[in-house]
């Protein structure tokens, strides 16, 4: 995944590392889909304004493996685009396809910031 605001999840030990934050999120994405093009870009805005919450990103058709590790550890069913807001290893919050906005993400992160 090219983006300098999304981190790249590139095997088990990343997922892994992402699983023990206190909060991050993880960005599924399809390079051969419109929708993921435009959510992708709706991740990127959410990453440049909220730095503080890491931002990991699965392309979905070359790592499907991953994808599929992340789908099971995660107990959210796999859907690309999809987000799914992690907070000490557990999904707080997922969103896919049109309901991924920067907007959305930002309410998301927000609330679970505030319990």
Same mark, same amino acid.
């Given at each position: 995944?090219?983006? +300098?605001? %999304?981190r790249n999840?590139?095997?088990?030990?990343?997922? @892994? /590392?992402? =699983?023990?934050?206190?909060m991050?999120?993880?960005?599924?994405?399809?390079?051969?889909?419109?929708?993921?093009?435009?959510a992708?870009?709706?991740?990127?805005?959410?990453?440049?304004?909220?730095?503080?919450?890491?931002?990991?990103?699965? +392309?979905? %058709?070359?790592?499907r493996?991953?994808?599929?590790?992340? @789908? /099971?550890? =995660?107990?959210?069913?796999h859907?690309?685009?999809?987000?799914?807001?992690?907070r000490?290893g557990?999904?707080?919050?997922?969103?896919?396809?049109?309901?991924?906005?920067?907007?959305?993400?930002?309410?998301a992160?927000?609330?679970q910031v505030?319990?």
């Amino acid at each position: 995944m090219d983006s +300098d605001e %999304i981190r790249n999840v590139d095997g088990e030990a990343t997922l @892994a /590392e992402v =699983l023990r934050l206190p909060m991050a999120l993880l960005y599924k994405h399809s390079s051969r889909c419109g929708t993921s093009l435009r959510a992708m870009l709706e991740v990127e805005c959410f990453a440049r304004a909220e730095a503080e919450i890491p931002v990991y990103g699965i +392309d979905v %058709i070359r790592q499907r493996r991953i994808s599929g590790e992340a @789908a /099971e550890r =995660l107990g959210v069913r796999h859907q690309t685009p999809q987000v799914i807001l992690i907070r000490h290893g557990r999904p707080a919050w997922h969103a896919s396809h049109s309901y991924i906005t920067a907007k959305a993400l930002s309410a998301a992160t927000a609330e679970q910031v505030s319990d």
